[in-house]
Protein backbone atom coordinates (compact mmCIF):
# COMPACT_ATOMS: atom_id res chain seq x y z
CA UNK A 1 0.00 0.00 0.00
CA UNK A 2 2.93 2.63 0.89
CA UNK A 3 4.83 1.25 -2.60
CA UNK A 4 1.36 2.56 -4.14
CA UNK A 5 1.31 5.66 -2.43
CA UNK A 6 4.70 6.56 -3.31
CA UNK A 7 4.64 5.25 -7.06
CA UNK A 8 0.62 6.53 -8.02
CA UNK A 9 2.27 9.39 -9.94
CA UNK A 10 3.91 7.02 -12.20
CA UNK A 11 0.56 5.12 -12.68
CA UNK A 12 -1.00 8.05 -12.91
CA UNK A 13 0.94 9.48 -15.38
CA UNK A 14 0.37 5.89 -17.69
CA UNK A 15 -3.25 6.29 -16.89
CA UNK A 16 -3.16 9.77 -18.52
CA UNK A 17 -0.59 8.41 -21.04
CA UNK A 18 -3.58 5.93 -22.18
CA UNK A 19 -6.22 8.53 -21.56
CA UNK A 20 -4.58 11.10 -24.07
CA UNK A 21 -3.96 8.92 -26.67
CA UNK A 22 -7.86 6.76 -26.42
CA UNK A 23 -9.48 10.61 -26.20
CA UNK A 24 -7.03 11.65 -29.32
CA UNK A 25 -5.72 14.70 -27.49
CA UNK A 26 -2.56 13.56 -29.29
CA UNK A 27 -2.11 11.93 -32.83
CA UNK A 28 -2.25 8.34 -32.10
CA UNK A 29 0.82 7.59 -34.53
CA UNK A 30 3.12 10.21 -32.15
CA UNK A 31 1.74 8.92 -29.21
CA UNK A 32 -0.09 5.41 -29.46
CA UNK A 33 -2.20 3.90 -25.83
CA UNK A 34 -0.12 2.17 -23.70
CA UNK A 35 -2.14 -0.92 -24.16
CA UNK A 36 -1.33 -1.15 -27.54
CA UNK A 37 1.91 -0.54 -26.26
CA UNK A 38 2.16 -3.25 -23.92
CA UNK A 39 0.19 -5.99 -26.77
CA UNK A 40 3.32 -5.35 -29.27
CA UNK A 41 5.99 -6.00 -26.53
CA UNK A 42 4.56 -9.40 -25.78
CA UNK A 43 4.17 -9.80 -29.68
CA UNK A 44 8.16 -8.95 -29.60
CA UNK A 45 8.48 -11.66 -26.90
CA UNK A 46 6.75 -13.75 -28.72
CA UNK A 47 8.73 -13.70 -32.57
CA UNK A 48 12.39 -13.54 -30.54
CA UNK A 49 12.79 -10.50 -32.00
CA UNK A 50 13.27 -8.19 -28.40
CA UNK A 51 14.93 -11.29 -26.79
CA UNK A 52 17.42 -11.92 -29.43
CA UNK A 53 18.26 -8.18 -29.84
CA UNK A 54 18.05 -7.75 -26.13
CA UNK A 55 20.63 -10.80 -25.53
CA UNK A 56 23.12 -9.15 -28.63
CA UNK A 57 22.88 -5.50 -26.75
CA UNK A 58 23.31 -7.00 -23.07
CA UNK A 59 26.66 -8.99 -24.17
CA UNK A 60 28.41 -6.28 -25.94
CA UNK A 61 27.45 -3.44 -22.68
CA UNK A 62 28.92 -6.73 -20.17
CA UNK A 63 31.90 -7.23 -22.36
CA UNK A 64 33.10 -3.86 -22.85
CA UNK A 65 31.99 -3.03 -19.01
CA UNK A 66 33.94 -5.90 -17.59
CA UNK A 67 37.02 -4.50 -19.58
CA UNK A 68 37.00 -1.26 -18.36
CA UNK A 69 36.76 -2.35 -14.79
CA UNK A 70 39.29 -4.67 -14.90
CA UNK A 71 42.14 -2.12 -16.64
CA UNK A 72 40.62 1.04 -15.44
CA UNK A 73 41.40 -0.58 -11.86
CA UNK A 74 44.83 -1.81 -12.78
CA UNK A 75 45.49 1.67 -13.97
CA UNK A 76 44.09 3.69 -11.60
CA UNK A 77 45.27 1.54 -8.30
CA UNK A 78 48.86 1.68 -10.53
CA UNK A 79 48.69 5.22 -10.43
CA UNK A 80 48.41 5.51 -7.25
CA UNK A 81 50.54 3.47 -6.10
CA UNK A 82 53.54 4.38 -8.24
CA UNK A 83 54.57 7.82 -8.72
CA UNK A 84 56.09 7.11 -12.25
CA UNK A 85 52.94 5.41 -13.23
CA UNK A 86 51.31 8.46 -12.13
CA UNK A 87 53.68 10.92 -13.91
CA UNK A 88 53.05 8.64 -17.36
CA UNK A 89 49.19 8.35 -17.40
CA UNK A 90 47.27 11.04 -16.04
CA UNK A 91 47.94 14.04 -18.07
CA UNK A 92 46.81 10.90 -20.67
CA UNK A 93 43.65 10.90 -18.13
CA UNK A 94 43.18 13.99 -18.20
CA UNK A 95 43.17 14.94 -21.53
CA UNK A 96 40.57 11.76 -22.39
CA UNK A 97 38.69 12.63 -19.22
CA UNK A 98 36.53 15.72 -20.70
CA UNK A 99 36.22 14.34 -24.35
CA UNK A 100 32.64 14.02 -25.18
CA UNK A 101 33.19 9.73 -25.57
CA UNK A 102 30.02 9.17 -27.91
CA UNK A 103 32.57 11.29 -30.38
CA UNK A 104 34.74 7.80 -30.80
CA UNK A 105 31.42 5.99 -32.29
CA UNK A 106 32.27 6.91 -35.77
CA UNK A 107 35.59 5.80 -34.78
CA UNK A 108 35.14 2.65 -33.35
CA UNK A 109 33.29 2.25 -36.73
CA UNK A 110 36.18 2.71 -39.00
CA UNK A 111 38.37 0.82 -37.15
CA UNK A 112 36.15 -2.36 -36.03
CA UNK A 113 33.47 -2.04 -38.57
CA UNK A 114 29.28 -2.35 -37.58
CA UNK A 115 29.46 -5.59 -35.74
CA UNK A 116 29.96 -6.34 -31.84
CA UNK A 117 33.97 -5.22 -31.63
CA UNK A 118 33.21 -1.32 -32.26
CA UNK A 119 30.49 -1.76 -29.42
CA UNK A 120 32.72 -3.04 -27.05
CA UNK A 121 35.56 -1.55 -28.38
CA UNK A 122 33.49 2.14 -27.64
CA UNK A 123 32.07 1.28 -23.95
CA UNK A 124 35.46 0.04 -22.85
CA UNK A 125 37.05 3.56 -23.48
CA UNK A 126 34.54 5.43 -22.73
CA UNK A 127 33.88 3.65 -19.23
CA UNK A 128 37.30 2.91 -18.40
CA UNK A 129 38.07 6.46 -17.67
CA UNK A 130 35.48 6.74 -14.47
CA UNK A 131 36.64 3.50 -13.06
CA UNK A 132 40.32 4.39 -13.30
CA UNK A 133 39.93 7.55 -11.55
CA UNK A 134 37.93 6.06 -8.77
CA UNK A 135 40.23 3.27 -8.40
CA UNK A 136 43.17 6.43 -7.84
CA UNK A 137 41.27 8.81 -5.74
CA UNK A 138 40.22 5.65 -3.04
CA UNK A 139 44.07 4.06 -3.62
CA UNK A 140 45.35 7.28 -2.74
CA UNK A 141 42.92 8.29 0.35
CA UNK A 142 44.03 5.10 2.31
CA UNK A 143 44.48 6.16 5.39
CA UNK A 144 48.48 6.51 6.09
CA UNK A 145 48.40 4.52 9.87
CA UNK A 146 46.71 1.44 8.25
CA UNK A 147 49.73 2.02 5.77
CA UNK A 148 51.95 2.10 8.11
CA UNK A 149 50.78 -0.35 11.20
CA UNK A 150 50.38 -3.23 8.14
CA UNK A 151 54.26 -2.08 7.26
CA UNK A 152 55.29 -2.19 10.62
CA UNK A 153 53.85 -5.80 11.23
CA UNK A 154 56.13 -6.56 8.02
CA UNK A 155 53.40 -7.04 5.52
CA UNK A 156 55.21 -6.78 1.60
CA UNK A 157 54.11 -4.59 -0.98
CA UNK A 158 51.99 -6.94 -2.67
CA UNK A 159 50.34 -7.81 0.68
CA UNK A 160 49.56 -4.22 1.18
CA UNK A 161 48.23 -3.81 -2.01
CA UNK A 162 45.10 -6.71 -1.61
CA UNK A 163 44.45 -6.30 2.05
CA UNK A 164 45.22 -2.25 2.90
CA UNK A 165 45.22 -0.49 -0.53
CA UNK A 166 42.09 -2.61 -2.62
CA UNK A 167 39.83 -2.40 0.79
CA UNK A 168 39.88 0.91 1.46
CA UNK A 169 40.09 2.05 -2.62
CA UNK A 170 36.77 0.06 -2.59
CA UNK A 171 34.08 2.94 -1.91
CA UNK A 172 35.23 5.19 -4.70
CA UNK A 173 36.29 2.33 -7.08
CA UNK A 174 32.28 0.83 -6.75
CA UNK A 175 31.20 4.56 -7.02
CA UNK A 176 33.54 4.71 -10.18
CA UNK A 177 31.88 1.94 -11.35
CA UNK A 178 28.56 2.99 -10.97
CA UNK A 179 28.97 6.06 -12.99
CA UNK A 180 30.79 3.79 -16.00
CA UNK A 181 27.48 1.63 -15.59
CA UNK A 182 25.36 4.09 -16.12
CA UNK A 183 27.59 5.50 -19.58
CA UNK A 184 27.88 1.54 -20.54
CA UNK A 185 23.98 2.45 -21.20
CA UNK A 186 24.29 5.63 -22.71
CA UNK A 187 27.27 4.47 -25.36
CA UNK A 188 25.48 1.06 -26.27
CA UNK A 189 22.07 2.89 -27.16
CA UNK A 190 23.70 5.65 -28.96
CA UNK A 191 26.04 3.67 -30.76
CA UNK A 192 23.68 1.11 -32.17
CA UNK A 193 21.01 3.74 -32.96
CA UNK A 194 23.73 5.65 -35.03
CA UNK A 195 25.10 2.36 -37.09
CA UNK A 196 24.41 -1.17 -36.15
CA UNK A 197 22.21 -4.28 -37.80
CA UNK A 198 21.74 -5.67 -34.32
CA UNK A 199 20.74 -4.52 -30.75
CA UNK A 200 17.91 -2.43 -28.58
CA UNK A 201 19.30 0.60 -30.17
CA UNK A 202 19.13 -1.37 -33.92
CA UNK A 203 15.57 -2.49 -32.98
CA UNK A 204 14.39 0.87 -31.96
CA UNK A 205 15.43 2.97 -35.10
CA UNK A 206 14.46 -0.23 -37.34
CA UNK A 207 10.75 -0.22 -36.11
CA UNK A 208 10.77 3.61 -35.73
CA UNK A 209 11.78 3.65 -39.68
CA UNK A 210 8.92 1.21 -40.49
CA UNK A 211 6.25 3.52 -38.74
CA UNK A 212 5.06 0.35 -36.03
CA UNK A 213 5.36 3.13 -33.40
CA UNK A 214 3.74 1.05 -30.46
CA UNK A 215 6.57 -1.71 -31.10
CA UNK A 216 9.21 1.39 -30.78
CA UNK A 217 7.67 2.41 -27.56
CA UNK A 218 7.99 -1.29 -25.89
CA UNK A 219 11.38 -1.14 -27.38
CA UNK A 220 12.47 2.20 -25.64
CA UNK A 221 10.77 0.89 -22.66
CA UNK A 222 12.36 -1.93 -22.55
CA UNK A 223 15.51 -0.24 -22.67
CA UNK A 224 14.54 2.43 -19.44
CA UNK A 225 14.17 -0.44 -17.55
CA UNK A 226 16.75 -2.36 -18.20
CA UNK A 227 18.97 0.57 -17.37
CA UNK A 228 17.07 0.90 -14.20
CA UNK A 229 16.93 -2.39 -13.03
CA UNK A 230 21.28 -2.90 -13.81
CA UNK A 231 21.42 0.13 -11.35
CA UNK A 232 19.17 -1.15 -9.25
CA UNK A 233 21.00 -4.22 -9.05
CA UNK A 234 24.38 -2.70 -8.70
CA UNK A 235 23.40 -0.75 -5.94
CA UNK A 236 21.94 -3.88 -4.02
CA UNK A 237 25.52 -5.76 -4.94
CA UNK A 238 27.34 -2.00 -3.77
CA UNK A 239 25.87 -2.75 -0.38
CA UNK A 240 26.81 -5.59 0.30
CA UNK A 241 30.10 -5.33 -0.60
CA UNK A 242 30.75 -2.18 1.58
CA UNK A 243 29.11 -3.96 5.05
CA UNK A 244 32.06 -4.67 6.41
CA UNK A 245 32.53 -0.37 6.75
CA UNK A 246 30.72 1.62 9.48
CA UNK A 247 29.46 3.25 8.02
CA UNK A 248 28.16 3.36 4.10
CA UNK A 249 28.53 6.16 1.89
CA UNK B 1 31.91 11.55 -11.94
CA UNK B 2 34.65 12.49 -10.75
CA UNK B 3 36.67 15.65 -11.33
CA UNK B 4 40.56 15.32 -12.66
CA UNK B 5 41.41 17.95 -11.10
CA UNK B 6 42.62 15.87 -8.46
CA UNK B 7 45.18 13.80 -10.56
CA UNK B 8 47.46 16.79 -10.98
CA UNK B 9 46.77 18.98 -7.38
CA UNK B 10 48.64 16.53 -4.93
CA UNK B 11 52.23 15.68 -5.85
CA UNK B 12 53.22 19.46 -4.99
CA UNK B 13 52.19 18.83 -1.94
CA UNK B 14 54.37 15.94 -0.17
CA UNK B 15 57.39 17.26 -2.34
CA UNK B 16 59.40 19.69 0.16
CA UNK B 17 60.25 22.51 -1.99
CA UNK B 18 61.89 20.66 -4.96
CA UNK B 19 65.19 22.19 -7.06
CA UNK B 20 64.64 23.50 -9.82
CA UNK B 21 65.96 20.62 -11.64
CA UNK B 22 63.72 18.60 -10.52
CA UNK B 23 61.22 20.80 -11.10
CA UNK B 24 61.91 21.27 -15.17
CA UNK B 25 62.66 17.37 -14.71
CA UNK B 26 59.31 16.74 -13.53
CA UNK B 27 57.43 19.52 -15.69
CA UNK B 28 59.44 17.15 -18.66
CA UNK B 29 57.87 13.99 -17.46
CA UNK B 30 54.63 15.14 -17.26
CA UNK B 31 54.21 16.24 -20.96
CA UNK B 32 56.23 13.37 -22.26
CA UNK B 33 53.40 10.74 -22.49
CA UNK B 34 51.55 13.19 -24.49
CA UNK B 35 54.89 13.87 -26.73
CA UNK B 36 54.90 9.97 -26.76
CA UNK B 37 51.11 9.90 -27.83
CA UNK B 38 51.45 12.28 -30.72
CA UNK B 39 54.67 10.83 -31.86
CA UNK B 40 53.47 7.20 -31.73
CA UNK B 41 50.50 8.18 -33.91
CA UNK B 42 52.55 10.06 -36.43
CA UNK B 43 54.88 7.44 -36.50
CA UNK B 44 52.28 4.80 -37.11
CA UNK B 45 50.31 6.42 -40.00
CA UNK B 46 53.92 7.18 -41.66
CA UNK B 47 55.03 3.85 -41.15
CA UNK B 48 52.62 2.58 -44.07
CA UNK B 49 51.54 -0.02 -41.49
CA UNK B 50 48.26 0.91 -41.60
CA UNK B 51 46.42 2.76 -44.39
CA UNK B 52 45.20 6.60 -44.11
CA UNK B 53 41.46 5.15 -44.01
CA UNK B 54 42.20 3.73 -40.55
CA UNK B 55 44.62 5.89 -38.94
CA UNK B 56 45.08 9.34 -41.04
CA UNK B 57 48.26 10.77 -39.70
CA UNK B 58 48.31 13.59 -37.34
CA UNK B 59 49.87 16.41 -39.58
CA UNK B 60 46.90 15.47 -42.20
CA UNK B 61 44.35 15.94 -39.91
CA UNK B 62 45.39 19.22 -38.61
CA UNK B 63 45.96 20.54 -41.76
CA UNK B 64 42.16 19.57 -42.70
CA UNK B 65 41.56 21.28 -39.25
CA UNK B 66 42.89 23.98 -40.51
CA UNK B 67 41.29 24.17 -44.39
CA UNK B 68 37.62 23.66 -42.19
CA UNK B 69 38.83 26.54 -39.85
CA UNK B 70 39.63 29.25 -42.81
CA UNK B 71 36.41 27.77 -44.82
CA UNK B 72 34.54 29.02 -41.82
CA UNK B 73 32.78 25.56 -41.39
CA UNK B 74 34.46 24.86 -37.98
CA UNK B 75 33.18 28.10 -36.46
CA UNK B 76 29.52 27.09 -37.78
CA UNK B 77 29.91 23.22 -36.82
CA UNK B 78 31.27 24.50 -33.27
CA UNK B 79 29.34 27.32 -32.86
CA UNK B 80 26.46 25.24 -33.28
CA UNK B 81 27.03 22.59 -30.90
CA UNK B 82 28.13 24.43 -28.37
CA UNK B 83 25.00 26.74 -28.55
CA UNK B 84 22.73 23.65 -28.11
CA UNK B 85 25.02 22.03 -25.50
CA UNK B 86 24.71 25.51 -23.50
CA UNK B 87 21.11 26.28 -24.13
CA UNK B 88 20.39 22.22 -22.72
CA UNK B 89 22.70 22.52 -20.06
CA UNK B 90 21.37 25.87 -18.92
CA UNK B 91 17.60 24.98 -18.96
CA UNK B 92 18.45 22.01 -17.19
CA UNK B 93 20.68 23.78 -14.55
CA UNK B 94 17.49 26.38 -14.07
CA UNK B 95 14.88 23.83 -13.86
CA UNK B 96 16.77 21.49 -12.15
CA UNK B 97 17.55 23.64 -9.31
CA UNK B 98 13.64 25.16 -9.16
CA UNK B 99 12.18 21.51 -9.02
CA UNK B 100 15.22 20.47 -6.49
CA UNK B 101 13.90 23.05 -4.58
CA UNK B 102 10.17 22.71 -4.76
CA UNK B 103 10.65 19.24 -3.84
CA UNK B 104 12.76 19.92 -0.56
CA UNK B 105 10.02 22.59 0.28
CA UNK B 106 6.69 21.34 -0.65
CA UNK B 107 5.26 18.19 0.06
CA UNK B 108 3.10 18.13 -3.05
CA UNK B 109 6.32 18.66 -5.26
CA UNK B 110 7.59 16.16 -3.61
CA UNK B 111 5.29 13.44 -3.81
CA UNK B 112 4.82 14.03 -7.60
CA UNK B 113 8.57 14.33 -8.60
CA UNK B 114 10.27 12.14 -6.00
CA UNK B 115 9.23 8.71 -8.08
CA UNK B 116 10.13 10.18 -11.53
CA UNK B 117 13.76 11.34 -10.48
CA UNK B 118 14.09 7.86 -8.53
CA UNK B 119 13.29 5.84 -11.51
CA UNK B 120 14.18 8.18 -14.36
CA UNK B 121 17.82 9.03 -13.00
CA UNK B 122 19.12 5.78 -13.41
CA UNK B 123 17.43 5.07 -16.97
CA UNK B 124 19.17 5.29 -20.53
CA UNK B 125 16.86 8.41 -21.33
CA UNK B 126 19.32 8.72 -24.63
CA UNK B 127 16.79 5.09 -26.00
CA UNK B 128 14.29 8.00 -25.89
CA UNK B 129 15.98 10.03 -28.96
CA UNK B 130 13.79 8.61 -31.55
CA UNK B 131 10.21 9.43 -29.63
CA UNK B 132 11.76 12.85 -29.29
CA UNK B 133 12.28 12.74 -33.09
CA UNK B 134 9.21 11.77 -33.84
CA UNK B 135 7.13 14.34 -31.30
CA UNK B 136 9.48 17.37 -32.46
CA UNK B 137 11.11 16.57 -35.70
CA UNK B 138 15.55 17.02 -36.32
CA UNK B 139 16.05 20.83 -35.96
CA UNK B 140 17.01 22.43 -32.61
CA UNK B 141 13.94 22.00 -30.47
CA UNK B 142 14.35 18.38 -30.16
CA UNK B 143 18.27 18.37 -29.86
CA UNK B 144 18.14 20.43 -27.19
CA UNK B 145 14.93 18.51 -25.54
CA UNK B 146 17.06 15.36 -25.39
CA UNK B 147 19.71 17.33 -23.63
CA UNK B 148 17.85 18.59 -21.13
CA UNK B 149 15.80 14.83 -20.77
CA UNK B 150 19.27 13.71 -19.89
CA UNK B 151 21.03 16.81 -18.06
CA UNK B 152 18.05 17.92 -15.79
CA UNK B 153 18.02 14.77 -13.42
CA UNK B 154 21.42 15.16 -11.68
CA UNK B 155 21.30 18.86 -11.18
CA UNK B 156 17.38 17.58 -9.75
CA UNK B 157 18.90 14.90 -7.12
CA UNK B 158 22.24 17.28 -6.67
CA UNK B 159 19.60 20.04 -5.35
CA UNK B 160 17.39 17.98 -3.27
CA UNK B 161 20.27 16.08 -1.34
CA UNK B 162 22.05 19.56 -1.10
CA UNK B 163 19.08 21.13 0.22
CA UNK B 164 18.32 18.60 2.40
CA UNK B 165 21.87 18.38 4.28
CA UNK B 166 21.99 22.16 5.34
CA UNK B 167 22.78 22.71 8.48
CA UNK B 168 19.64 22.93 11.00
CA UNK B 169 21.63 25.37 13.23
CA UNK B 170 21.94 27.76 10.19
CA UNK B 171 18.37 27.75 9.65
CA UNK B 172 17.27 28.44 13.15
CA UNK B 173 19.63 31.21 13.36
CA UNK B 174 18.07 32.87 10.55
CA UNK B 175 15.00 32.55 11.59
CA UNK B 176 15.53 33.70 14.91
CA UNK B 177 17.35 36.67 13.53
CA UNK B 178 13.91 37.55 11.82
CA UNK B 179 14.63 35.83 8.12
CA UNK B 180 11.59 35.89 5.78
CA UNK B 181 10.92 32.38 3.77
CA UNK B 182 12.91 34.16 0.45
CA UNK B 183 15.77 35.70 2.61
CA UNK B 184 16.41 32.20 4.07
CA UNK B 185 16.26 30.48 0.36
CA UNK B 186 18.57 33.20 -1.31
CA UNK B 187 20.80 33.91 1.58
CA UNK B 188 20.92 30.90 3.62
CA UNK B 189 20.03 27.62 1.96
CA UNK B 190 21.42 28.42 -1.65
CA UNK B 191 24.68 29.16 -0.54
CA UNK B 192 25.17 26.95 2.13
CA UNK B 193 24.03 24.08 -0.74
CA UNK B 194 25.76 25.62 -3.42
CA UNK B 195 29.12 23.06 -3.50
CA UNK B 196 26.80 20.03 -4.04
CA UNK B 197 24.84 21.72 -6.66
CA UNK B 198 27.97 22.49 -8.43
CA UNK B 199 28.91 19.38 -8.29
CA UNK B 200 25.62 18.36 -9.64
CA UNK B 201 25.99 20.50 -12.44
CA UNK B 202 29.00 19.38 -13.29
CA UNK B 203 28.07 16.25 -13.78
CA UNK B 204 25.13 17.41 -16.31
CA UNK B 205 27.81 19.51 -17.87
CA UNK B 206 29.72 16.51 -19.94
CA UNK B 207 26.35 14.57 -20.49
CA UNK B 208 24.99 18.13 -22.09
CA UNK B 209 27.98 17.28 -24.50
CA UNK B 210 28.25 13.69 -25.05
CA UNK B 211 24.22 14.14 -25.98
CA UNK B 212 24.45 16.99 -28.13
CA UNK B 213 26.69 14.99 -30.26
CA UNK B 214 25.11 12.09 -30.24
CA UNK B 215 21.94 14.12 -31.21
CA UNK B 216 23.98 15.45 -33.76
CA UNK B 217 25.17 12.11 -35.31
CA UNK B 218 21.56 11.01 -35.35
CA UNK B 219 19.36 13.61 -36.62
CA UNK B 220 22.36 15.21 -39.43
CA UNK B 221 22.69 18.29 -40.18
CA UNK B 222 25.42 21.25 -38.87
CA UNK B 223 27.27 20.43 -35.64
CA UNK B 224 30.54 18.69 -34.82
CA UNK B 225 28.76 15.78 -34.65
CA UNK B 226 26.92 15.99 -38.32
CA UNK B 227 29.79 16.91 -39.45
CA UNK B 228 31.42 13.74 -38.33
CA UNK B 229 28.74 11.48 -39.48
CA UNK B 230 29.18 13.42 -42.61
CA UNK B 231 32.58 12.58 -42.74
CA UNK B 232 32.25 8.92 -41.84
CA UNK B 233 29.61 8.69 -44.78
CA UNK B 234 31.81 9.59 -47.17
CA UNK B 235 34.71 7.63 -45.65
CA UNK B 236 36.71 10.63 -44.86
CA UNK B 237 38.47 9.44 -41.87
CA UNK B 238 40.27 12.24 -41.81
CA UNK B 239 37.59 14.33 -41.46
CA UNK B 240 36.43 11.83 -38.96
CA UNK B 241 39.92 11.80 -36.61
CA UNK B 242 39.00 16.13 -36.94
CA UNK B 243 35.98 15.85 -35.68
CA UNK B 244 37.22 14.10 -32.30
CA UNK B 245 39.81 16.23 -31.67
CA UNK B 246 37.51 19.31 -32.38
CA UNK B 247 35.15 17.82 -30.17
CA UNK B 248 38.10 16.98 -27.33
CA UNK B 249 39.53 20.86 -26.88
CA UNK B 250 35.46 21.93 -27.33
CA UNK B 251 34.96 19.68 -24.75
CA UNK B 252 38.38 20.30 -22.49
CA UNK B 253 37.57 23.68 -22.44
CA UNK B 254 33.96 23.59 -21.03
CA UNK B 255 35.11 21.46 -18.54
CA UNK B 256 38.01 23.77 -17.16
CA UNK B 257 35.62 26.52 -17.49
CA UNK B 258 33.27 24.87 -15.12
CA UNK B 259 36.17 23.82 -12.69
CA UNK B 260 37.31 27.85 -12.41
CA UNK B 261 34.11 29.06 -12.36
CA UNK B 262 33.74 26.53 -9.18
CA UNK B 263 36.68 27.31 -7.56
CA UNK B 264 35.50 31.22 -8.16
CA UNK B 265 31.90 30.71 -7.03
CA UNK B 266 33.45 28.65 -3.63
CA UNK B 267 36.53 30.89 -2.67
CA UNK B 268 34.73 31.18 0.62
CA UNK B 269 34.36 27.52 1.06
CA UNK B 270 37.11 25.74 2.98
CA UNK B 271 37.32 23.27 -0.34
CA UNK B 272 39.20 25.71 -1.83
CA UNK B 273 42.46 25.60 0.64
CA UNK B 274 42.04 21.47 0.21
CA UNK B 275 42.86 18.78 -2.76
CA UNK B 276 39.74 17.86 -4.05
CA UNK B 277 38.96 14.14 -4.53
CA UNK B 278 35.99 12.32 -5.92
Known sequence: MKMLYRYLPLVLLAVFWEMAARLELVSSSALPPLS???VSWIDLIKTGELTG??????YRAAMGLLLAIVIGTVLGIGMAWSKPVNVLLSPIVEIFYPLPKSALIPVTVIWLGFGNGSKILLIFLGCMIPVTIGAFNGARSSEQTLVWSARSMGANRLRMLWDVVLPSALPELLNGIRTALALSFILLVSSELIVAREGLGYLIGFLGANGSYDAMYA???TVAFLGFAADRGYQMLMNRML?????TP | MARTDAVTADHTLDAPAPSLARTVLWGFARVFSIVVLIVAWEGLARSGQFTPFVLPSLSSVIERIWADAISGDLAINTGLTVYRAMVGFLISMVGGILIGAAMS???IANWFFDPIVSVGFPMPKIAFLPVVILWLGVYDVSKITIIVIDAIFPVIAATLIAIRGVERELIWSARNMGASD???MWQIVLPAALPQILTGLQVALPLSMIVAVVAEMLMGGYGLGGAMMTASRFADSRGVFA?????AIVGYVLIKAMAILR???LIWHQEANEPTSA
Open chain 2, 105 to 107: RNV
Open chain 2, 263 to 265: RRL
Open chain 1, 219 to 221: VVL
Open chain 1, 53 to 58: NTGASL
Open chain 2, 243 to 247: GIVEI
Open chain 1, 36 to 38: DVI
Open chain 2, 182 to 184: REL
Open chain 1, 243 to 247: QWREQ
